[in-house]
């Protein structure tokens, strides 16, 4: 299964809103049809994103667009996950967008795969694993970050057992990382995302594996919520690992430097198109935290498993 595909000139993406009750592509002919589906969570999660981006960077430059401005529209469509900009970036300065964009593609497949190998050594025969959002298949070309390392033990034979929190408020663990982890055959296991520190407490959390939208000094910056579960990981011992390709590092900055993206009010108010909360409700919607460095046990990227920066 591709999350992205390039076929005939036009991007294809998987719209994300739909899972997991309909499996359908939603079709991108310009660059401005990226930029809704990235604002509109048609396709998200920081590795596909930037995929997503430098394809969009390649529509512009297709239709005889001013790139330059296109890419100025196409950064701006959501401010967090670094892979954005640098793809874009990267994209920009080549003298062949399409073949750059295709190049990117390619490397999104083969980064994640090494990160799932190396990952695969810090997991162990019958560990139960908690993840929080989706960092798999759907947050990349194909394969995954921190789900990435849970399908390269489960291939191995490691007998994987998989917790996932709903990841409020548009329920990415809910909706996609249980059904990714559903067609792969792999145990899981979904609960609230207030039950996370519970399960911790009782013991039956071997190890927390979660990915990121951007890893700078200090932190890392991921999926709303990763706070409270790293939080409960070092008060009840429980190794808290990051899944990141080196495009999501950003080690020139601190983390707290980082824009969080504020989202609207509706999706905490409405889920599953139903008003769940009073009229008139004030929300406050940050889509991303920061997980401090000291809080994390290690990050696993493509090059090996490395200690926070």
């Known amino acids: 299964m591709k999350t992205i595909k390039w076929e005939e000139d036009r991007l294809l993406l998987i719209d994300q809103r739909k899972l997991p009750d309909k499996l359908e592509y939603f079709e991108c002919k ?8 990235i604002k509109n969570m048609v396709v998200r999660g920081a590795p596909a994103i930037g995929v997503a981006a430098a ?6 430059d ?3 667009e001013d790139i330059k401005k296109a890419a100025e529209e196409i950064k701006s469509s959501r401010p967090t996950a670094i892979n954005l900009q640098w793809a874009v970036e990267r994209t920009l300065s080549s003298d062949s967008p399409l073949e750059e964009a295709l190049r990117i593609y390619r490397e999104d497949m083969e980064t994640t795969r090494a990160i799932g190998e190396h990952g695969a050594s810090i997991v162990e025969d019958g560990d139960t694993i908690l993840t929080h959002c989706n960092a798999g298949a759907l947050a990349c070309v194909d394969y995954g970050t921190a789900l990435g390392v849970i399908r390269a033990a489960h291939s191995m034979g490691k007998r994987v057992k998989v917790v996932c929190d709903e990841t409020r408020p548009l329920g990415q663990g809910a909706r996609l990382s249980v059904w990714e982890l559903q067609m792969e055959r792999i145990p899981v296991k979904l609960i609230v995302d207030g039950a996370a520190g519970y399960l911790m407490q009782q013991g039956k959390i071997d190890k927390v594996i979660i990915g990121a939208d951007r890893i700078a000094r200090g932190g890392v910056v991921n999926k709303i919520g990763s706070l409270m579960v790293a939080l409960a990981a070092e008060r009840f011992g429980v190794p808290f690992y990051v ?16 824009v969080i993206e504020e989202r609207g009010s509706d999706e905490v108010l409405y889920y599953g198109g139903c008003r769940i909360a009073p009229k008139g409700t004030e929300v406050v919607n940050p889509a991303f935290d920061i997980v401090p460095s000291d809080l994390i046990t290690a990050i696993i990227t493509e090059d090996g498993v490395i200690d926070p920066i």
Do not use: G, M, Q, W
Not at 55 to 60: D, G, N, P, S, W
């Open 30 to 37: 310009d660059y401005k049809d990226v930029i809704f589906a």
């Open 55 to 60: 394809f969009a960077v390649a529509l512009a």
């Open 62 to 64: 297709l239709a005889n």
């Open 243 to 258: 899944a990141a390709p080196r495009s999501t590092f950003d080690e020139e900055n601190s983390i707290y430097d980082t």
